[in-house]
């Protein structure tokens, strides 16, 4: 069972002055969701979306910065989307394994 979801993503052409070498990604806790459940997928996709602008965030100005945390945020997105399916799916598959059915009853 997933305990986090983890997402990375390679970051746009940056100015030099920031670091356009690094790979930002993300760990986000989802032992205490219920990924089964529309509230603890909001919760997931509420954690995911601020750990993706805070890995995202240059701290520059201008243009060029902009694009590229933008760039960096919706790669990020993308892949934490394919994550977080993967969870979700996981959870549920795991709740209906835990499900004890009679087939006699």
């Known amino acids: ?18 670091i356009a070498s690094d790979i930002p990604s ?7 969701l ?6 603890g997928q909001d919760r997931l996709e509420s954690r995911v979306e601020r750990a993706i602008r805070k890995a995202c965030t ?3 100005k201008g243009l060029t910065v902009m694009a590229a945390e933008k760039q960096c945020r919706d790669e990020l997105r993308e892949a934490a989307n394919v994550e977080i399916r993967l969870a979700i799916a996981a959870a ?13 009853a």
Do not use: C, H, N, Y
Not at 1 to 18: C, D, E, G, N
Not at 34 to 39: E, G, Q, V
Not at 92 to 104: G, H, I
């Open 1 to 18: 069972m997933k305990k986090t979801v983890l997402i990375a993503a390679a970051l746009a052409v940056l100015p030099t002055q920031a």
């Open 26 to 32: 993300i760990s986000v806790e989802t032992t205490d």
């Open 34 to 39: 219920d990924l089964a459940s529309a509230k």
């Open 58 to 60: 240059v701290g520059g």
């Open 92 to 104: 549920r598959e795991d709740r209906f394994a835990a499900l004890d059915v009679d087939p006699d």
